[in-house]
Each structure stands twice: as C-alpha cells, then as structure tokens.
C-alpha cells in the first residue's frame, strides 16, 4: 500500500516548499494540484470544458505562478464540476508507489481523507505576503491583498472548502526557517510510518 501524505494550508504558507522536500527525502512522488486549477484558470474559455481536457503540457505553462494566474485558478476552483473532473487524476496519483505528497486545499478533507499523515500549514498573512512578493518580484502589498482576497475565497466555497481535517498536525512557518519547517515535517512523516 502507497504512503500518502496530504498537505493543506492558505496560499504561499509553505506548502509546496514542504512538499517537495518530503518528496525528496522519502523517494516519493509530488503532486502541486494548484497547478491543475492554475492550468484550468488559464485556458480560459469554459472551465468545465478546460478542467475534463486537461492534458500535462497545460501543465507546463511558465505563466501559471503568477498572481493572476492564481486569482482565475481560485474563481474556477470554486465551481463544483470543474473540482469534480479533477477528483480521479488525484487520486490515482496519490496511489504512486512507494508514496505520494499532495498539496493543495482540499487534500486531507476530499481527495484524500485516509491519508496516513495529514499537514495544514499556516503563516501571519504577513510573512507570506513577503515571502511570495520576494518570490515574484512584486510588490508586497499589493500581494497581502491578493492572498487575502483568494484565501477568502477558498474558505467561503461551498464545495471543498479549504479548513484542517480533523486529524491534521498544524503547522505554523511563521517564525521557522525553511530548514526547521522541513525537519519537523520529516520527524512527523517518520513516526506516521513513512
Ligand atoms: N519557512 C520558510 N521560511 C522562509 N521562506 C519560506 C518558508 N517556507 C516557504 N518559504 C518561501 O515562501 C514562498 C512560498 O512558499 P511555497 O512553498 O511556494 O508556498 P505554497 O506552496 O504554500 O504556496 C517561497 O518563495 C518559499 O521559498
Ligand atoms: N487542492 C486545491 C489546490 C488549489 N486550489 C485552488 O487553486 C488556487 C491556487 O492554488 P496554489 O496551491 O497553486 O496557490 P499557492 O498556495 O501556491 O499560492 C487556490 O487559491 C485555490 O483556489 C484548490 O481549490 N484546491
């Protein structure tokens, strides 16, 4: 049976950054499924039709991890048969020998509630204002709001909300470097078995 781990959290908490590096560590595959609803966003055209066509080299855009392209992904992510036409792939993936991390927002609640370790991850709306504009080369107001405004979105959807599962372990990243995040990351995969 495949090891699963699920990562949730509000945008730019360190999700990703987690995810890869547990990826890393344990010789497993990593699923950023933003990148799906990011492609679907920017298709454009009708996101239903865009979401049941998706095809890898969609991808592969390199305008997928800009602030626009995350506004459009939450505005489709909100719709129910655009998340519905993405269910499978997930959870296929998540099934990949010997193990798979997914990060997203719905992971431990949805496409994942068996996960053998679940993580939500959270910062100050501040420091991850920063952290993403330093990323972006943007200005850091302009992406507190943005981040505010898609992170309100996200929680307030009726389908797949974004919230903790039950059983997820909290994480606060605000006051760790990215080393101390991924070590206590690691730790908690270990004792889960990983
Ligand atoms: N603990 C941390 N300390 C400092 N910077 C971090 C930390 N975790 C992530 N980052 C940086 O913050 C930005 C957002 O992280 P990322 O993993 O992409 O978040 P998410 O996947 O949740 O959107 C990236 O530039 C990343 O390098
Ligand atoms: N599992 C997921 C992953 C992303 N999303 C949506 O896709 C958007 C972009 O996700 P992302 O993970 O790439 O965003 P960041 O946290 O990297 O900024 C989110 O704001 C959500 O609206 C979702 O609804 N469910």
Known sequence: MPFTIAIDGPAASGKGTIARALADRFGF????TGLLYRAVGALGGDPIVAARGLSAGDLQRDDLRTAAAGQAASR??????????????????????????????????VICPDAELKLYITA???????????????????ILGELRERDARDAARDVAPMRPADDAVLIDTSALSIDEAVELAVGLAQKAGA
């Open 124 to 142: 100050s709306d501040e420091i991850r204002a920063r952290r993403r504009a330093l990323e972006l080369g943007a200005d850091e107001s302009v």
């Open 76 to 109: 489709v992510a909100a719709i129910p048969e655009v998340r519905a036409a993405l269910v499978d792939f997930q959870r296929r993936y998540a099934r990949t020998e010997p193990g798979a991390v997914l990060d997203g927002r719905d992971i431990g609640t």
């Open 29 to 32: 595959g990593h699923l950023d």
